[in-house]
Nanobody, 123 residues
């Protein structure tokens, strides 16, 4: 399985970005999908997840500015980030978990990972 994240870049505080993750796997819609991020010098952090039913979960401090969605026909997942803050600066990774998997905030719940896309927010 190949996952390709895209959409990162250098933006100013308050801007918005839409990250995308394309997956090579068939039956994409049936898998748990998630976004994680890792800031310089920090551990990888859960951002959001979406399961096969379309149920979503977000990191505790992130709900409200982040929206995860899936385009099943296009085998693509998105992460809309609004009102970006300098603390959002990180490499954002998309990940694929189990078939029919339940929502999971732990990195161990995901088997396949993309390379990540860098988001840099200037103050």
């Amino acid at each position: 399985v190949q996952l390709q994240a895209s959409g990162g870049g250098l933006v100013q505080t308050g801007a918005s970005l839409r990250l995308s993750c394309s997956a090579s796997r068939r039956a994409f819609s049936s898998y748990l999908m998630g976004w994680f991020r890792q800031a310089p010098g920090k551990e990888r952090e859960f951002v959001a997840a979406i399961d096969w039913r379309g149920k979503t979960d977000y990191g505790d401090s992130l709900k409200g500015r982040f929206t995860i969605s899936k385009d099943n026909a296009g085998n693509t997942m998105h992460l809309q980030i609004n009102t970006l803050e300098p603390d959002d600066t990180a490499v954002y990774y998309c990940a694929m978990g189990r078939l029919w998997g339940e929502l999971d905030r732990g990195a161990n719940g995901y088997t396949y990972w993309g390379r990540g896309t860098l988001v840099t927010v200037s103050s």
